[in-house]
């Protein structure tokens, strides 16, 4: 199976970034981290995503704050998926993040998650990786069955409780 890659813009990223970790892990997917920066260390993050593919990568997840170009400079030097993440690091909530994210243009995609959405982009990944991969898929379908399971069961608790 391909590996995911998790690129954080800074080490301060790291409480946000985190939570996609757990998810790979539940879900038995490889997964490499490291620290570059659009901005900081440009030359490092071009050299990581050209060669992205041919180290046996299947998705980038890049998660950045503020002028978060990282995702879209990543994107620049591959054709894997590239999946986002605005971390909200600074004094505008992450809509800073968000906008210098998301507003790709056409040509040069990234799939943006929500402002500090780690949880989300590496089930994304996961979901991505599990086009080729059966037991993956197999294993995203009974989390989703059990998922719907705990809210029907919320559902009769408070149905139980209020309605009469
Ligand atoms: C961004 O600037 C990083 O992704 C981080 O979210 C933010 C602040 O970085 P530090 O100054 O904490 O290293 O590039």
Partial sequence: MKKVA???GSDSDLPVVEKAFAVLEEYGVSYEVHVYSAHRTPEAAKAFSV???GNDFGVIIAAAGKAAHLAGALA???????????VKSSTLD?????LSTVQMPAGIPVATVAIDGAANAALLAVQILSVSDASLAEKLNKAREASCAQVL?????VSHRYNH
Wanted: aromatic residues 0%.
């Fill in 51 to 53: 060669n992205a593919r």
């Fill in 153 to 157: 069961a919320k559902d009769e608790a």
């Fill in 94 to 98: 992450g809509l800073d993040a968000l």
């Fill in 6 to 8: 998790i690129i954080m």
């Fill in 76 to 86: 620049a030097n591959t054709t894997l998926p590239v999946i986002g993440i605005p």
